[in-house]
């Protein structure tokens, strides 16, 4: 015997819960996109994301700290000295590309000039 959506076949009973799953996960699908979709919802959801972010910088700039002091104890470098180290290589690695594009026009120039002996 098979199952219909809306009727329970006697000899499968895990068909009958089954069922009963699917069609509570589509109402409770149905009123959490009604709940999340409301006015209300996107307002409450912003006034907690703003006071979670202003609470939530005064402990982040603290454990910045902490992490800076832990680091310098062990002679290690920070993410500020890294970024800054990894600025200057690639402003050095420009110039180096600049140079080289430069060498190559004077090579192509002293190839093209006649010889003067």
């Known amino acids: 015997m098979s199952q219909n959506n809306n009727e329970f076949d006697i ?3 895990t068909g009958m819960f089954k069922t009963m799953r699917q069609e509570s996960m589509e109402t409770w699908a149905k ?4 709940f999340v979709s409301s006015e209300a919802y996107a307002d409450t959801t912003a006034k907690v994301l ?3 972010l202003a609470s939530s910088g005064p402990f982040r ?17 920070s ?9 200057r ?3 050095i690695e ?4 600049d140079l080289d594009a430069k060498l190559d026009e004077v ?11």
């Open 94 to 97: 420009m110039r180096l590309d």
């Open 50 to 52: 703003d006071a979670w």
């Open 89 to 91: 290589l690639t402003n």
């Open 31 to 34: 009123l959490m996109v009604q």
């Open 61 to 77: 700039e603290l454990v910045e700290n902490t992490m800076n002091q832990a680091l310098a104890n062990l002679n290690m470098p």
């Open 107 to 117: 090579l192509q120039a002293v190839r093209r000039a006649p010889a003067n002996a």
């Open 11 to 13: 000899f499968d009973p």
């Open 79 to 87: 993410r500020d000295e890294v970024t800054r180290l990894a600025q």
